[in-house]
């Protein structure tokens, strides 16, 4: 789809989707909310505006590879549950530290840090997914800076022309 309506509309629209999604992504302790519905609402901004602009777009403005965003995710909240272990409490137990900061103190917990990783998991891949999807046969994953899944070998033209009966 390449209409002017949606390409003027649909980088303000993803601006304001993303800004939602980190909103809905802090407020998710206190009220419904959180790391994965947050990750579904940015990965939606993003197949918006890779529907408007192309996929290679997307690629450049996340500029990362999706699935490294996922896998950076699962290591986050993977570590967020193995700081349980080494504090002495079960694993995925939430811990809190108060650092003062500008002479606040800041609740900082592990089970923040652990719904950023739901979010970047989801996020990652949820938008490797749509990519996948809106990529088009005109632009090879090659162009995009991704092996191709499948080679298909073409035959070959023959070099001689044929002889005509006549």
Do not use: C
């Not at 304001?16 to 959180?34: D, I």
């Not at 193995?82 to 917990?109: C, H, K, N, Q, R």
């Amino acid at each position: 789809m390449n209409t002017l309506i949606l390409r003027t509309v649909a980088p303000v629209l993803t601006a304001l989707m993303l800004l939602f999604s980190v909103f809905v992504l802090l407020r998710g302790h206190n009220e419904p909310g959180g790391g994965f519905i947050g990750g579904l609402i940015a990965a939606s901004a993003l197949a918006i505006y890779g529907i408007a602009f192309g996929v290679s777009a997307v690629r450049r403005a996340i500029r990362f590879h999706p699935m490294a965003i996922a896998g950076a995710g699962l290591l986050l909240a993977a570590l967020s549950g193995l700081i349980s272990i080494f504090a002495g409490v079960p694993f995925m137990t939430g811990l809190w530290i108060y650092p003062e900061i500008l002479g606040v103190e800041v609740p900082v917990a592990t089970v923040m840090s652990f719904d950023i990783g739901v979010y970047l998991v989801v996020v990652g891949a949820i938008t490797s997914i749509a990519l996948a999807l809106e990529q088009e046969e005109t632009e090879p994953a090659e162009a995009i800076g991704e092996q191709p899944l499948v080679r298909v070998k073409r035959p070959r033209k023959p070099a001689h022309k044929p002889k005509e009966r006549g």
